[in-house]
Each structure stands twice: as C-alpha cells, then as structure tokens.
C-alpha cells in the first residue's frame, strides 16, 4: 500500500504563488509515477502535472509555464511550485501516484483558492 499526504494549499492573490508537497509512504519502493490533479467546483478532475520515477515530466496545457512538478526520490515527496496563479486555478488539488503493478492512490486533497 502508498499512502499520501499534501500539504502547503491556502488562499491567494492573483498573481501569487504556492507550493504544494505530497509526502508518500507505505510501498514506496514501487511508485511509478507521482503528480497533482486538480477538480474546480462543479467540473471533473483533470490533469495538472506528472513525474515519473526517471524523471521526465507531463503538464496540462492550461498549468504549462507556470507550474513546475518536481520529485525528491530521498524524501518520497513530490512538489507542485505554482507562480503567476490565476482566479481559474482555484481547485482542491490531490496527490497522484500510481505504483506496484498499475495500481493509482490518491491523497484527500488541499484546497487552493486564488482571489482575483
């Protein structure tokens, strides 16, 4: 089993920024790939960043140049730094990982709230 746990969600003004963390524990020898998704009120989730265990990373279209994933394999922890953040990025943001054989895991999830 994985288990994960985010932190570092708040409230913020356009333009602003936060960084989330999501520390895993558990099975962590057989994590894959670790990332954030996002779901804003009334809409599905939705991708917003992804690592993999080598390195190589995937970002939604809407997050790109703007947020940076990152992944420290000594901690467990992966991080999403998010910069000039927009009213539209307003979402709970949940930690992704998906390990073992093809198994996903997701954290409760952290409020972000960007005011305009």
């Known amino acids: 089993q994985v288990q994960l746990v985010e932190s570092g969600g708040g409230l913020v003004q356009a333009g602003g920024s936060l960084r989330l963390s999501c520390a895993a524990s558990?099975?962590?020898?057989?994590?894959?790939?670790m990332g954030w998704y996002r779901q804003a009120p009334g809409k599905r989730r939705e991708l917003g960043a992804v690592?993999?265990?080598?390195?190589?990373?995937n970002y939604a279209g809407s997050v790109k140049g703007r947020f940076t994933i990152s992944r420290d394999n000594a901690k467990n922890t992966v991080y999403l730094q998010m910069n000039s953040l927009k009213p539209e990025d307003t979402a709970v943001y949940y930690c992704?990982?998906?390990?073992?054989?093809?198994?996903?895991?997701w954290g409760k999830g952290t409020l972000v709230t960007v005011s305009s």
């Open positions: 992704y990982a998906n390990w073992g054989y093809n198994i996903d895991t």
């Open positions: 690592i993999t265990s080598g390195g190589s990373t």
């Open positions: 558990g099975s962590i020898f057989s994590i894959n790939t």
